[in-house]
């Protein structure tokens, strides 16, 4: 059962939000590395959820405490739902510009990249054009200036829909505190791990 939910977008930290999670929890988060590692269950549920067909969420996550990126965040209103008494952590970048460069620097030409498709599980293309869609409203193909308002809409939805009492608005830069805080955590005596930079993005990718 999920204890936490990530409703950041991709490139809001989630990476490092993972092993953060990870290592506070003591548990698996879930993560769209996820995907990868089980496509056999993963792609064709989520595939499902975004067209709007049922999926059983407990199955998904039943090896899972917290999940964060996408696909999770694309389905933010039925996982907090679903979830009623989990911590929903909102990632977010400086400014709306800062993540549209982030994403037009990594994921997006990794996106539109068709040589890219020969090394994808099969559906997994489809799946994540269907998030795409159903997250921001626009395609891979979008302007920066549609992507920074899309990034703008999806952070005030949250806002607005979920209780502030069970909300936390987090920043990578804050690191362990304010996850501790809302955790009820004390904080681990090391370095708060800062992971996936648009260059080790760039050079696994």
Same mark, same amino acid.
């Given at each position: ?55 059983n969420? $407990?199955?998904?996550?039943?090896n ?22 989990a ?6 970048? $400086?400014?709306p ?5 982030? *994403?037009?620097?990594t994921i ?10 020969d ?7 489809? *799946? ?49 505190q304010?996850?501790? $805080? ?7 005596n ?12 760039n050079?696994?990718?």
């Open positions: 059962m999920l204890t936490v939910i990530g409703a950041g977008l991709p490139r809001t930290g989630t990476s490092t939000l993972r092993q953060a999670l990870t290592e506070l929890l003591g548990q698996p988060c879930h993560h769209m590395t996820a995907v990868a590692a089980d496509p056999e269950t993963n792609i064709p549920a989520f595939t499902k959820a975004a067209q709007n067909h049922p999926v969420w $407990d199955n998904i996550y039943s899972y405490a917290a999940a964060v990126d996408w696909p999770t965040s694309a389905f933010w209103p039925e996982l907090t739902a679903h979830y009623p008494q911590l929903v952590i909102l990632s977010v970048r $400086d400014t510009q800062d993540w549209a460069r982030s *994403m037009s620097d997006i030409p990794t996106i539109l990249n068709p040589q890219n498709r090394h994808e599980p099969p559906g997994f293309d489809r *799946m994540v054009n269907l998030i795409w869609k159903r997250a921001l409203g626009i395609t891979p193909q979008a302007d920066p200036k549609d992507l920074a308002e899309a990034y703008t809409a999806h952070c005030q939805a949250v806002r607005h829909h979920i209780d502030p009492a069970r909300l936390l608005e987090w920043n990578a830069r804050q690191g362990w304010p996850l501790c $805080d809302a955790l009820q955590l004390p904080v681990p090391k370095p708060f791990p800062h992971l996936n930079t648009t260059a080790d993005f050079r696994d990718h």
